[in-house]
């Protein structure tokens, strides 16, 4: 069965330091989603993609935040200059045309140190 | 008012027991209502998918959605002790444009003891 794949697993970094997170999702799925998880908390949404480009993006999604879809395939989060409260686990998610379910992957825990 | 409500448990049932687990909302125009497990640090993994009002069975699992009162119920017959993880409610409304962005609830933490 597909299933959406994220790397790494675990990422550590010092506050300041840019990250990019991973995504490999359903191969043909069109709609695309960050979501993220701080410890304790509700899920949140980051950022919608279709088609190339951001569809929607929450307020968390500032600046310093950005999304690519390089090669057709992958599908990344940069995050430029990492600060303490972005620690937190980050989801992302792949779901087809004209369908709402969405497909979580694994998910990559993100530390700020 | 929070968009999504969910009472976070934790709740703990006999196995065998019928489990029931609710979300309440805010905002009616939410239209499509779905419902993931998430296990310990790990992804929601999706169980359940519902569109607009009504019930909708899989295997001991039944989603019911109540538009009129927001409010929406997952009912576990025959719990298992591998049923024990997080259970998220989560839902978006029916828009013309390509975002599909879910709102959540908080998750309620269910332990079916053997």
């Known amino acids: 069965e597909p299933e959406v794949t994220q790397t790494p697993s675990h990422q550590v970094t010092q506050m300041g330091q840019e990250v990019i997170l991973r995504c490999v999702p359903i191969?043909?799925?069109?709609?695309f989603y960050w979501y993220r998880q701080i410890l304790g908390q509700k899920v949140e949404f980051l950022v919608s993609?279709?088609?190339?480009?951001?569809?929607?993006k929450s307020e968390i999604f500032d600046d310093q935040f950005s999304v690519e879809r390089p090669d057709g395939s992958n599908f990344t989060l940069k995050i430029r200059s990492t600060k303490l409260e972005d620690s937190a686990m980050y989801f992302c998610?792949?779901?087809?045309?004209?369908?709402?379910?969405?497909?979580f992957g694994p998910g990559t825990r993100l530390t700020v140190l | 008012q929070k968009e999504v409500e969910q009472d976070p448990g934790p709740l703990s049932v006999p196995e065998g027991a019928i489990v029931s687990l609710n979300c309440t909302y805010s905002n009616s125009a939410f239209q499509y209502f779905m419902w993931y497990r998430q296990y310990s640090r790990k992804g929601p993994e999706l169980l359940m998918y519902?569109?607009s009002s009504g019930n909708k069975e899989d295997g001991r699992f039944t989603a019911q959605v109540d538009k009129s009162s927001k409010y929406i119920s997952l009912f576990i017959r025959d719990s298992q002790p591998s049923d024990s993880a997080t259970y998220l409610c989560a839902m978006t409304t029916l828009n013309a444009g390509n975002n599909r962005k879910l709102i959540w609830g908080l998750g309620t933490s269910l332990a079916v003891n053997p």
């Open positions: 998610a792949s779901g087809r045309a004209s369908y709402n379910e969405q497909f």
């Open positions: 191969s043909n799925h069109l709609y």
């Open positions: 519902t569109y």
């Open positions: 993609f279709y088609n190339n480009e951001i569809s929607e």
